[in-house]
């Protein structure tokens, strides 16, 4: 079996950032378990795009146990459409900006097929939570709470500031960049914990990862010796590891989707972009 390499230079970037992403998480944690339900979440995401979405046939899907709600769907369908663009470009030539949505291309559908690319974005992206869930890092896996903590997060970053004290990480967020930001600082909780399942390495397992792959440090020729990089590897291999529990999780999750109804929705939302 054939391996990737990977180039790794060593510096204290990616440290900072697992730190930051961590005590990020933390005041999550506390905001969330201290302040309930508030009218911020509604204004961020909630009331208004759901109103908008509810109005357009949004169908009732459900992951597992977790109702996906209107607004999630369609920003994830944002930040997949992107893929979608990519996809058939590459793999048909076709710039679906001028030729449409609707075409059939080896009975692929572009419209279609971001649906069910969003649904499976979605899968992981509640299946990364579940574990946090399963950890006791989050609450709540469902979009409703991902708000209310994003919310929280901003509320209690702008207060920190207008009483003058250290705001760590980032102030302020939108729900992709917060999400994005919250699913990190999930996965850097769970791989620096050794205790949990598949975060344990073994000598044997380290050497052999490391003589799979390249590995660079500055100012040195070559492969850079094991004890050079161990952390790197190690922070690799857990990395390497949580990515594939995590689509395991989502390949396990029961999805309950009317297709047709949930085709119907999304080519309405790429028609009127």
Do not use: C
Not at 13 to 19: D, E, M, Q, S
Not at 39 to 66: C, E, V, W, Y
Not at 152 to 167: E, L, P, Q, T, W
Not at 180 to 202: H, I, Q, R, V
């Amino acid at each position: 079996m054939n391996h990737p390499h990977h180039h790794v230079v060593i510096g204290i970037i990616a440290t900072v950032l697992v730190l930051a992403l961590a005590g990020g998480l933390a005041i999550a944690y506390v905001t969330h378990s201290g302040n309930g339900t508030d009218d911020a979440a509604t204004a961020d995401g909630t009331a208004a795009i759901d109103d908008a979405t509810s109005a357009s046939g949004f169908p009732t899907i459900t992951l597992g146990n977790t109702v996906v709600a209107p607004q999630e769907y369609v920003t994830a369908l944002k930040t997949q459409r992107a893929a979608a663009l990519n996809h058939f470009k590459q793999q048909y030539g076709v710039s679906l900006s001028s030729a449409g949505w609707t075409g059939d291309y080896d009975g692929e559908v572009p419209y279609r097929w971001l649906a069910r690319q969003t649904v499976e974005a979605l899968k992981k992206r509640h299946a990364a939570y579940l574990i946090g869930v399963k950890q006791g890092l989050v609450d709540d896996d469902s979009y409703a709470a991902i708000v209310q903590r994003m919310n929280n997060v901003k509320r209690n970053n702008a207060s920190a500031k207008a009483h003058g004290n250290i705001v760590y990480g980032r102030t302020t967020f939108d729900i992709d960049s917060y999400i994005s930001y919250e699913t990190s600082a999930l996965k850097n909780s769970y791989t620096g914990d050794e205790s949990n399942p598949g975060m344990s390495l073994t000598d044997e397992e380290v050497q052999a990862y490391y003589d799979a792959h390249d590995w660079t440090v500055e100012g040195v020729d070559g492969k850079a010796p094991l004890d050079q990089v161990l952390g790197n590897v190690k922070a690799q291999m857990r990395s390497e590891r949580y990515d594939a529990l995590v689509q395991t999780k989502a390949d396990a999750i029961k999805a309950n989707v009317p297709w047709k109804q949930l085709y119907q929705f999304t080519l309405q939302q790429v028609e009127k972009r």
